[in-house]
């Protein structure tokens, strides 16, 4: 094969994928990081389902990630996901909505509160509609989240 198609094919994907080979999702119901690759590192914090991550690197199965805040933690590669998006509410609160925008009601579980985790399942411009681990839905100001 010449050089210019596998190179051709390198962008292409690379152009689809994006950024999502660097987004890690926690796919279990409770996961806890660590200061360093293994069980016998300090718990640093436990994090739910839904929490994202942003993959720095990789030691055998565990992985080195940076959260919201930009902490660094490791977390065990079975704990986690790349198969879907997740976001995090980055600020004290976030109202969760019936539908993308203000002139939708707030839902029973509004508001989220910092830290609070979902699967991503929809994008408009400015509201994504989430999913929190129960499998409620709503939708949720994009400003408020940190998506990965």
Request: aromatic share 12%; charged share 25%.
């Amino acid at each position: 094969m010449n050089k210019s198609i596998i190179l051709g094919i390198t962008v292409l994907i690379l152009a689809v994928t994006g950024n999502h080979a660097f987004a890690l999702c926690v796919n279990s119901q409770e996961a806890n990081v660590r200061q360093g690759p293994g069980t016998n590192f300090k718990k640093t914090w436990e994090v739910f389902k839904y929490m994202p991550f942003k993959k720095v690197s990789k030691k055998g199965d565990w992985y080195k990630v940076k959260d919201v805040d930009n902490d660094i933690h490791w977390i065990y590669g079975k704990l986690i996901t790349t198969s879907f998006k997740c976001a995090v509410v980055k600020v004290d609160k976030a109202n969760i909505r019936s539908g993308p925008g203000l002139n939708f009601d707030k839902k029973a579980a509004s508001p989220a509160l910092k830290y609070d985790s979902f699967k991503v399942e929809e994008t408009r411009t400015l509201w994504v509609k989430v999913q929190d681990e129960f499998g409620d839905t709503g939708w949720i100001y994009k400003k408020l989240l940190w998506i990965q």
